[in-house]
Every structure is written in structure tokens, then in C-alpha cells.
């Protein structure tokens, strides 16, 4: 079914041709209708499927045809990166209505977000914690909101945000339409739909999580220590254009990310410790082709939505399955296609068979005949009697989901603009 035949305005319609897209995904296909017919919304959706169009367009559909003036719409996102881009991609699905919007999140001054509270934009996209900063000033108020969405709830539980979600919802009003979009739902997701929801239509809940469907999976088990080298060996083989890896923690995207750029390879990082000029001027160098790798960790990779990008690497192999299918749903988006590399050391193999039993395949595992799997770890840095003993040598992988990047409860900041 063409978007033609979903009965959307002609002005987003006009959008969506401007972008190449004719046609629906899986998850707009089932969400638009229902959504339109003004039904809530429980979707089970993972990241690229399409999920962030299936609940802007009907929301832009019907704010065109509404009273202007005031906030009518609000969308709760886990992250910055991820505010940032939800209001990307509705300027470019807006671009030819006069609907504005705004991001609001921390990191960057309250001072033009207030300004588009104030003023009433169409569509607020925030988090949290920085949402509630400005609901404690008296010219925050959302008294005429109508819409609102839940976007990767399951992360925002992940990061510590029930509380702070429910204490967004006690400025909202309680008769609205809400959409709840959420890649996995475990109790507490359940119950807090339930406590959001009106007899919501279900979407895709008795889907296993899998990736995409068009994602090439590939496992190179290699030391530890000898990680840093294979994946140089990778980029410079020409196996990957550009890519966006994943370290387990922040102290491992520093330092691989200063080895490759000593080797001549230009690279970024983006984490939690990055201030949000930093991390704005990664991202868009990546996606501008400025860059030809990014360093991540999980949270702060939340967002982060690269046309066509070939490749992402899990230099650690993530503990929790639902976060690998996380990481290489970066690739093969809105049903393109992409590769996953997992650089696999002896002691993640059984992070690995999680992870296949998750999905209920097993990834392939490769080896390159032109590397050097027997080289020896470099020597641990000289050590002074208040420091640590050594562990086993520089690129040893820590256990544990600390240092994923995360930014905290004001993870979150700087204002929109209008729609183009």
C-alpha cells in the first residue's frame, strides 16, 4: 500500500516524495491507520524500522487542520542524540507545512527552549529530566496538549526514568492520545502502558526480537588485547567505509579511539563525558563523511540515524542481548541494507551464546588468514605502590553494563527550529 492511500495531507505527503519514500514500512503500515482513527498506540517496534514516521505522521496530520498557538504534541525520547533527530526528521517530513517544533534537553542553555515554550511550537521533543527543569517555571505549561508519545520506553527504563515519567505525566492532560513505543516489555513497561493507555490497538507484541532483516552478521573471535589491531586491520583491508563502533565502556571509546587516529585513521568519540558541543560536532562530522569512524557507547549512540551506513562493529560484545540488537540496528534501517561485526574475546563467549539464543541464530564466526592472532600483548603500564595491580594489559574488557555512556537523569537540551 502506498502512503498515498493512508489518507494523509497532501502538504506530508509532498514531504515524504521530497525524501524518496512511496511506500510504508511493516510498522507505519499498521500504526498510521490505527493512529489516524485516533486509537492509543502499544507498539512493539525496533530501532530502523520506521517507527519514528509511524507516530510523527498522523500526529502532523492532524495538528494541520487544528488551532495553532499552543503545544499540542509531546514526545519523550531517552536521550539528546535521540530528541535531536526525532525533531530532524519531522522538520523534513513538515518541510512544507508551517507546523514548528523544538528539542528540549539538557547540556545547552534553558533560555531558547523557554522561548519556545512561550511561544507555543506545535511539537516539544525532550527528556525528561529537562523537561521537568522548565515545568518548575510558570511558563511551562502543556494545558493544551493532545498527543503524546513514548518513544523507546524500555531504554528510558533502563536509564532510571520512571520516576521522572511519572512525574511528566502530572502536567500533561489526562485526556489525550498516546502512543507507546517500546523494542522490548518487561513488567514494569507493561504496567506504566497500562497506567498511560485508553484501550490502546497492539502492534507487533508477538514478535520475537530479532535485527533486521537485511543486516549481514559476522563474529571474529580474537585476545583481547589483539582487538584494537584487528579492527585497524579491518578498516585499512577496505572491508568498511565507515562504521559506527560500539566499546563497552567510556574509558575504551577514549582509548581506542586515540588508537586509530594515531594510525592515521579519522575518527570521533561520543559518550556521556563529551559535552553536548562535542558530541553535536561528532555526530554531524560522522554523518557528514568527516569522519570515518565513531566511537560509542550505548546510551549515547541512542539517536544517532546515518543514511546508509555500511557497518557497525561491537568491539565489546554487549551482556544484554536486547542491546546488541540495539547497536546494529544503526545499519540496514527502513529495510536497506548493512554488516554487524563482533570482535568476540574468550571470556564474552557466553555473552555471545545469550545473544544467539535471543535471536535464535548463530552468527557466523570468522577468521582472517592475513592477521596475526598470536602477537603479544604490550607490556602493562610501569606500576607505583598506590596503584591498582595490574589486570591483563591495556585492552583488557571489564565486565558490567557501567560506563555505557549514559548522561544521567538531564540527559537531555537545546531548542528546535521551525519547520523548513
Not at 583481547?224 to 567510556?250: C, D, I, N, Y
Not at 553536548?276 to 554531524?284: D, F, G, N, V
Amino acid at each position: 500500500m502506498p502512503f498515498t492511500k493512508l489518507g494523509l495531507h497532501s502538504s506530508l505527503l509532498k514531504g515524504l516524495r521530497d525524501l524518496g519514500f512511496t511506500r510504508p514500512t511493516a510498522i507505519q503500515a499498521d500504526a498510521i491507520p490505527l493512529a489516524m482513527a485516533g486509537n492509543d498506540l502499544l507498539a512493539c517496534a525496533m530501532t530502523g524500522s520506521g517507527k519514528t514516521a509511524a507516530f510523527l505522521l498522523p500526529i502532523l496530520h492532524k495538528l494541520m487542520d487544528k488551532p495553532r498557538g499552543t503545544t499540542r504534541a509531546l514526545v519523550l525520547t531517552p536521550t539528546r542524540e535521540l530528541a535531536a533527530q526525532i525533531v530532524e526528521d519531522l522538520n523534513d517530513l513538515a518541510v512544507h507545512t508551517p507546523l514548528t517544533s523544538a528539542a528540549v534537553y539538557g547540556g545547552v542553555g534553558m533560555g531558547p527552549q523557554e522561548h519556545a515554550f512561550r511561544s507555543g511550537v506545535d511539537v516539544v521533543v525532550g527528556t525528561p529530566g529537562r523537561l521537568l527543569d522548565h515545568f518548575r517555571q510558570s511558563y511551562a505549561k502543556l494545558a493544551g496538549l493532545q498527543h503524546l508519545v513514548l518513544d523507546e520506553a524500555d531504554r528510558m527504563l533502563d536509564m532510571g526514568f520512571l520516576p521522572d515519567i511519572r512525574r511528566v505525566l502530572r502536567h500533561v492532560p489526562t485526556r489525550r492520545q498516546t502512543f507507546f513505543f517500546s523494542a522490548t516489555m518487561p513488567a514494569p513497561i507493561v504496567q506504566l502502558s497500562k497506567e498511560m493507555l485508553h484501550t490502546p490497538s497492539t502492534i507487533n507484541l508477538e514478535r520475537r526480537s530479532a535485527p533486521a532483516v537485511g543486516i549481514t552478521h559476522a563474529v571474529y573471535p580474537v585476545p583481547q588485547h589483539l582487538k584494537p589491531a584487528l579492527l585497524l586491520h579491518l578498516l585499512k583491508s577496505g572491508e568498511m567505509q565507515q562504521a559506527l563502533v560500539f566499546t563497552r565502556t567510556k574509558h575504551r571509546a577514549n582509548r581506542l579511539a586515540k588508537f586509530l587516529g594515531e594510525q592515521g585513521i579519522k575518527v570521533e568519540r561520543i559518550h556521556g563525558n563529551r559535552s553536548q558541543a562535542q558530541r553535536t560536532e561528532a555526530l554531524a562530522g560522522f554523518k557528514s563523511g568527516k569522519y570515518r569512524v565513531l566511537v560509542a557507547t550505548d546510551i549515547a549512540a541512542r539517536g544517532i540515524d546515518v543514511t546508509a551506513l555500511g557497518h557497525v562493529v561491537n568491539f565489546d560484545v554487549p551482556i544484554v542481548p536486547d542491546d546488541y540488537i540495539h547497536r546494529v540496528g544503526r545499519t540496514a534501517r527502513a529495510e536497506a541494507t548493512g554488516a554487524a561485526f563482533t570482535l568476540v574475546a574468550g571470556d564474552e563467549e557466553s555473552n555471545l551464546r545469550g545473544i544467539e539464543k535471543a535471536i535464535s541464530a548463530r552468527l557466523p564466526r570468522v577468521t582472517l588468514p592475513d592477521f596475526d592472532y598470536k602477537a603479544a600483548a604490550p607490556p602493562p603500564a610501569a606500576e607505583t605502590r598506590h596503584q591498582r595491580p595490574p589486570q591483563r594489559g591495556r585492552w583488557s574488557g571489564g565486565s558490567g553494563r557501567s560506563g555505557s555512556g549514559g548522561s544521567g537523569r538531564r540527559a537531555g537540551g537545546g531548542a528546535g527550529r521551525r519547520s523548513r
